[in-house]
């Protein structure tokens, strides 16, 4: 599974932070709304295009929260600089 996409509220904390995650695994998109950090409880969402996935994506994403988008790590990971 390959993550496409990572936004975050902004937020700090055990009971404030929130993170939505897009993904995808072969010809399937996976959404993750996580709550609470990476011991947070999340939910899945799966859809079979990219366009409902997003749609997801949006419908979460709305509200009071300023959300950031964050950069996913590459394939393999980060290069050094030379």
Request: charged residues 35%; glycine residues 10%.
């Given at each position: 599974m390959e993550q496409r996409r990572h936004?975050?509220?902004g937020k700090w904390g055990r009971l404030a932070r929130?993170?939505?995650f897009l993904r995808v695994d072969g010809d399937r998109w996976?959404?993750?709304q996580r709550a609470?950090?990476?011991?947070g409880v999340s939910r899945f969402y799966e859809?079979?295009?990219v366009e409902e996935a997003e749609?997801?994506?949006r419908s979460l994403l709305d509200g009071a929260d300023t959300w950031r988008e964050l950069s996913p790590r590459p394939p393999g990971g980060w290069a050094p600089s030379v």
């Amino acid at each position: 599974m390959e993550q496409r996409r990572h936004w975050w509220n902004g937020k700090w904390g055990r009971l404030a932070r929130r993170d939505v995650f897009l993904r995808v695994d072969g010809d399937r998109w996976h959404v993750e709304q996580r709550a609470g950090g990476a011991e947070g409880v999340s939910r899945f969402y799966e859809h079979a295009s990219v366009e409902e996935a997003e749609e997801t994506v949006r419908s979460l994403l709305d509200g009071a929260d300023t959300w950031r988008e964050l950069s996913p790590r590459p394939p393999g990971g980060w290069a050094p600089s030379v």
